[in-house]
């Protein structure tokens, strides 16, 4: 009889559903927003340099050089969420630390890019072509600072030793966007190289 009381209670209790943590669920959606953005952006900017009175110019190669500091942020971001799986705290501070001084670079690096185009008379007010360019740039550098907020929250939080390896949320979360926003300029300086 007490047998059968069990597996009734057993029976009784609510199936676990599949769930996914609010804060990545945000992140996915703000990731889709951001695609979705950049599609369109990419697909007004072919069809506009289709209609012709297109100005040809050289991509300044610094864009280039910002491009491998960004990878490389990317790849001290992976060790970061490595060394917080393994608990291995000064790794995992000394990593953030060194994709956030990274992404500043990188930052600095788009700026002076855009003093280069400048000096090839490219301006953000004229041609489309330069217009677009400045516009994809300067996108990518905004999400990128925001970025860079995440960075700073994942920093604080590793200080405080709120991320180890049972809390890898934190990392997780920021270590998703970072290379999110690596991938996006990937795409996006190599769409502007081939489509100038």
Request: glycine share 4%; charged share 15%.
């Amino acid at each position: 009889m007490e047998h059968l009381k069990n597996l009734n209670l057993a029976e009784e209790q609510p199936q676990e559903t599949l769930s996914m943590d609010p804060k990545k669920f945000i992140l996915w959606l703000f990731i889709v927003s951001i695609i979705m953005l950049f599609a369109s952006q990419t697909s007004a900017y072919l069809v506009r340099r289709a209609e012709g009175n297109w100005l040809e110019f050289t991509v300044p190669i610094i864009f280039s050089y910002s491009t491998v500091v960004l990878v490389v942020s990317s790849i001290s971001m992976h060790i970061a969420y490595l060394a917080a799986k393994k608990d291995n705290f000064s790794v995992l501070k000394t990593a953030i630390s060194i994709t956030f001084a990274l992404g500043l670079v990188f930052l600095w690096m788009q700026f002076e890019g855009w003093k280069d185009l400048v000096k090839q008379n490219v301006y953000f007010v004229g041609n489309p072509a330069g217009s677009f360019f400045y516009v994809f740039t300067f996108l990518h550098g905004a999400h990128l600072i925001t970025g860079l907020i995440v960075l700073c929250v994942a920093f604080t939080a590793a200080f405080q030793m709120q991320i180890h390896a049972k809390n890898l949320r934190r990392i997780s979360i920021c270590a998703t966007y970072w290379h999110f926003l690596d991938i996006l300029w990937i795409y996006l300086f190599v769409f502007l190289l081939y489509f100038r």
